[in-house]
């Protein structure tokens, strides 16, 4: 069960309470989170939009965060405790982790663990990681299980890797070579490493591939959701965030706080400046060197719309 009062120092990290004065002789205990149809007494609920307003009416819930855009509208709940914020989701997110699973921390007996890697206070390694020579883990890091660290790479505090991870393996550099029989490729060893800063979170299956020449750098308080490539020498700056199946390519530069959404292709060697949003599908083939939102492809359409809007998209580039 959860406290009141543990609510509210939760919150409070993120964002000042503006009612709470009038929570000061407040109590409840809830245990889970819920939306505002389905709560109950014991749960936690939030508003963040208006859509979501008639449900508030008729809401059991013990405890509800409501954005300061909605105060005026507040029915009488007298068995409901208000919790009035600037902004409800992220009071939401912000309490979420007191209602979460919280694993032992420890180093899995199944984990292979390197004797030259040096692991930081209050780690967790799932089952069968591995943790290769000379890696550097920092404090609180909590390392899913099947992930694999190789060597000489260097993760800061706090930082969580999901199951099936990928972090330091050979980048993908080759040089041709044209001989009697056409193409073969040689290996270019990759001798950098990949540096990771603080509180940075990566998904399942997502690779981070080592620098080439120099290292991959991944700033603090970036979030990499599943299923993305990051590939050898790429720059991420602090706060970005990139959504499943993003593929990055090498050598690229991303910004600080750009949102990247899912299924992005980003082609190599570029730079992307500071606060840039990539919709979801979007294809950046060139530098981006101004702030905003950028977007391609096109949305799903009947095939015969799509058919000719294809015909017409060809018939631009020829005017």
Known sequence: MVELSQIINAIEHCQPIINKTDLAD??????CVADLA???????????????????ANTQAGVVLISKQFAHELPNLPNTVIIVVKDAYLAYASVS?????????????TAVVASTAKIGKNASIGAYAVIGEFVEIGDDCQIGSHVVIHHHCVLGDGVQIHAHA?????????????????????????????????????????????????????????IIDNLVQIAHNVHIGRGTAIASMTGVAGSTHIGSNCIIGGGVGIAGHLTIVDGVTLTGRTFVAQSIDKAGSYSSDTVAMPTSDWRRATVKFRQLGKH
């Open 38 to 56: 389905m709560a109950d007494g014991q749960s936690l609920a939030f508003l963040s939009k208006a859509s979501y307003l008639s449900d508030l």
């Open 166 to 222: 990928s972090i330091g393996a050979d980048g993908f550099g080759f040089a041709p070579k044209v001989g009697a029989d056409g193409i073969s490729w040689q290996k270019i060893h990759q001798l950098g490493r990949v540096m990771i800063g603080n509180r940075v979170r990566i998904g399942a299956n997502t690779c981070v591939d080592r620098g080439a020449v120099g290292d991959t750098i991944i700033g603090d308080d970036v």
């Open 26 to 31: 407040k109590t409840c205990l809830v245990s």
């Open 97 to 109: 982790g007191l209602f979460a699973y919280q694993p032992t921390l420890q180093i899995h007996p």
